[in-house]
């Protein structure tokens, strides 16, 4: 059996950060292939236009904007938002 002395501990608690960073940083990047995709998450979409909730929300039910709703998150159309927009500006 091999002991465990502090430079092991310390060693490992820069593998583990460095991980965690790397997993951060593809999350981010995940995030930014879907947007380019034309599919967003709810709080996105909200920060972007800033609006409430409950107005994407009613956006939603009215059939005003394609949504997605998978494993309990919403995903709404980018295209369709713009779309929306750009006809009440005009």
Known sequence: ???LTKNDLEAFRNNLISD???LIESKLANGKES???GWMRSKTIRKKLNISASTLQNLRITGKIRFKK???SYYYNQEDLQ???DDESE
């Open 1 to 3: 059996m091999d002991t």
């Open 20 to 22: 965690i960073g790397n």
């Open 35 to 37: 947007e380019e995709f």
């Open 70 to 72: 998978l494993l309990g």
């Open 83 to 85: 779309h929306l927009f």
